[in-house]
């Protein structure tokens, strides 16, 4: 079975620090990744998506992440902090198209002044 | 281009009620999945609709039931609330083939 694990429900960085943010999967299968963004009150927003192509994936708003085998991660990162980047971001595995989407807890990311 | 919608924005129901709500997707999208997202959790998969069939079910009990119209909207039913049913429910539509979900804003379902 499919599963992700965020580590840190909660992430606190300076503005202008950079970003980390820990995701985990098990899959069986060459797994399709995702980041998504979810200001308060709405939906997600893709953030990035890994689908076997270049292990290093970038996104929007500056985000990258970097697909590791070996360590069965996908962690999230920005270089700058930005005040705007305050939100709560999910990171997702899909294992074939048309498959449902898995997703972890979810890491709430606070930006200091 | 409207993205995915979804009505109504709010609702609060009693125990015991039924409810229905609505999503229609992205243009050019021919399958649509719901999910629930419960206070301080991830969203969890309910069920997608592909050709106005269930094409794949979470586990969620049958009180969960859906439905797609010819046009590709959707429709999610849940009867007999519980409390337990209170959460953020998400719809998101994709094209048959497609890994990329796109989500709408969500249906806030309040049961009392």
């Keep these: 079975a499919q599963s992700v694990t965020q580590l840190g429900s909660h992430v606190s960085v300076s503005e202008g620090a950079l970003v980390l943010l820990r995701c985990n999967y098990s899959s069986s299968v060459p797994p399709y990744l995702f980041w998504y963004v979810q200001y308060p009150n709405q939906g997600l927003q893709l953030l990035l998506k890994y689908t076997s192509a270049a292990t290093l994936v970038k996104g929007i708003n500056g985000f990258e992440a970097e697909f590791k085998k070996s360590e069965t991660s996908f962690h999230l990162t920005k270089p700058s902090a930005h005040m705007s980047d305050a939100a709560e971001y999910f990171c997702a595995v899909m294992t074939n198209r048309d498959d449902k989407i898995i997703f972890g807890k979810g890491t709430r990311l606070h930006i200091l002044p | ?112």
């Design chain 2, 1 to 112: 281009d409207a993205g995915v919608t979804q009505s109504p924005t709010h609702l609060i129901k009693t125990r015991g009620q039924q409810v229905t709500l609505r999503c229609s997707p992205k243009s050019g999208h021919d399958t649509v999945s719901w999910y629930q997202q419960a206070l301080g959790q991830g969203p969890q998969f309910i069920f997608q609709y592909y050709e106005e069939e269930e094409r794949q079910r979470g586990n969620f009990p049958d009180r969960f039931s859906g439905h797609q119209f010819p046009n590709y909207s959707s429709e999610l039913n849940v009867n007999a609330l519980l409390l337990g049913d209170s959460a953020l429910y998400l719809c998101a539509s994709s094209w048959d083939g497609s890994y990329e979900q796109y989500f709408g804003p969500g249906t806030r379902l309040t049961v009392t």
